[in-house]
């Protein structure tokens, strides 16, 4: 049976990982080397490196790290930020990554994500959603959400994107609730809810994870196939051992930490 | 030993090569037909669509080498699925090492796809390659595409239906999932191919 996954997020800036709260105030977490493997002995399922300084500026970044993370660890990672077409994904994926990534791109040029799919099959290529709710009660897509001065808001509602880019090849979704995003009260449980009912592929929730209850409600309620999270994680607040002990006291199936 | 990783364009190349390094082996990169027909080891990695590997096969005139090759070959992912007679990604005729032709899987109430993530593999009969890997320990599938549990089966997976994870007939070996992504029981079995455990 397929476990559930736990996935450690590691925002990287400059070659370091670095944590901010609502996408904002950035503080030097350790060496991205250090924290992968620190996770994968603990039991991390999968790691996402979001490079949080590449889309929105919109500069070349020295990814030789992904060739350093490759090398020392052995289970999947995920690269995430400034890869905007096929040679990119190529580049990253070359170096050792296992998927890319791809949020703001996708929304300049939806055809991204098939060329991507064509290129490297469907299962390589996941796509980020950065989702809040508006004053009308609809979820809607952010753009460039990289830095509060870049960050729009789009027309485009949330559930309408995610039917979109599964037509057009996306292998997973991760879905970013940008409203509980740092604050450790929770995954968004209506949000993921809603967004589950109409995708298909694996789901990931992302944003709000604060306690061990916040992870069961969200494989528990909102039946996503994997959870991210950093902060928690970070500041050894939940340890990922202990996490999946209670996950599989709740019944979830997860992963033997080896 | 020498070991010959076939350069077909996959984007797991380095993931393999890193993992066998791990092992203490490095492993030679090649797309020369005559390199891999003389190779002690041969490893397929493989990560994209079945078409277009199968074309960059062509277009580096492999298909005849892999389909005479008398060495141990091991196929990872859609490497192993190229050693199958044909397969629904593309409709594509395959190296047809092995018999039986690779299917979409099927998309049920709970059983999302691609199959994505940490699953058991089932022994189904005495291999060598599964030696020091328990019934039920976890390895990391990415696939939208999978072979029916068959003869040539060694461990089955299910997701929805059951599917074959390791395969092994003569020299012919593959694993479905990633080795070079399932930890320590990926590792054991890159170990057991290599015959370095």
Redesign the interface.
């Given at each position: 049976?397929?476990?559930?996954?736990i996935i450690p997020c590691l925002d990287v800036k400059d070659g370091q990982v670095v944590k901010g709260v609502r996408f904002r105030d950035h503080v030097v977490v350790g060496a991205i080397e250090d924290l992968a493997r620190r996770y994968?002995d603990e039991g991390a399922?999968?790691l996402v490196f979001y490079d949080i300084t590449a889309s929105p500026e919109g500069r070349r970044v020295d990814r030789g790290w992904v060739?350093r993370v490759?090398?020392i660890i052995?289970?999947?990672f995920c690269v995430a930020g400034g890869i905007g077409s096929v040679e990119q994904a190529?580049t990253v994926?070359?170096?050792?990554a296992?998927?890319v990534s791809i949020n703001s791109p996708a929304l300049r040029r939806p055809e991204l994500i098939g060329e991507l799919a064509?290129?490297?099959?469907?299962?390589?290529v996941v796509i980020g959603i950065d989702s809040l709710r508006d004053d009308d009660g609809q979820w809607r897509v952010r753009r460039d959400t990289g830095s509060t001065a870049t960050t729009q808001a789009l027309p485009l509602t949330t559930l309408a994107w995610v039917e979109e880019v599964q037509r057009r090849g996306a292998?997973?979704i991760v879905l970013n609730c940008m409203g509980s995003d740092g604050v450790r009260a929770g995954y968004d449980i209506a949000q993921l809810q809603a967004v589950r009912a109409v995708c298909?592929?694996?789901?990931v929730a992302s944003g709000g994870a604060g306690t061990v209850a916040h992870f069961v409600a969200a494989f528990a309620d909102a039946?996503v196939?994997?959870t991210l999270a950093a902060s928690v994680f970070h500041d050894g607040s939940i340890r990922i051992g202990e996490l999946k002990r209670e996950l599989r006291a709740n019944g979830i199936e997860v992963?033997?930490v080896? | 030993m020498r070991v010959v990783l076939v350069d077909a364009g996959g984007a797991n190349l380095g993931s393999v090569r890193y993992a066998l390094q791990r092992l203490g082996v490095d492993a030679v990169l090649s797309g020369d037909g005559d390199v891999i027909a003389r190779a002690d080891r041969v490893i397929l990695p493989g990560v994209g669509a079945a078409a277009a590997a199968m074309r960059r096969l062509r277009a580096l005139d492999l298909v005849p080498t892999l389909r005479r090759l008398d060495r141990p070959l091991l196929g990872i992912c859609l490497g192993m699925q190229l050693l199958f007679e044909s397969s629904a990604e593309g409709d594509v005729a395959c190296l047809g090492r092995l018999s039986g032709r690779v299917e979409a899987m099927r998309a049920m109430p709970g059983i999302r796809i691609p199959h994505m993530g940490w699953n058991g593999l089932r022994p189904c009969r005495a291999s060598s390659l599964l030696r020091g890997i328990a019934a039920g320990a976890p390895a990391y599938f990415v696939h939208g595409y999978a072979a029916a549990v068959s003869a040539a089966t060694v461990a089955s997976a299910e997701h929805g239906d059951a599917f074959a994870a390791v395969v092994q007939d003569g020299e012919v070996a593959g694993a479905q999932f990633h080795p070079e992504r399932s930890g320590a029981v990926g590792q054991r079995l890159l170990a057991n191919f290599l015959g370095v455990a």
């Open positions: 049976m397929l476990s559930r996954r994968r399922d999968e060739e490759a090398r052995d289970i999947p190529r994926l070359h170096a050792g296992d998927k064509d290129a490297f099959g469907r299962q390589c292998g997973e298909a592929v694996p789901l039946d196939d994997a992963r033997d080896c | -």
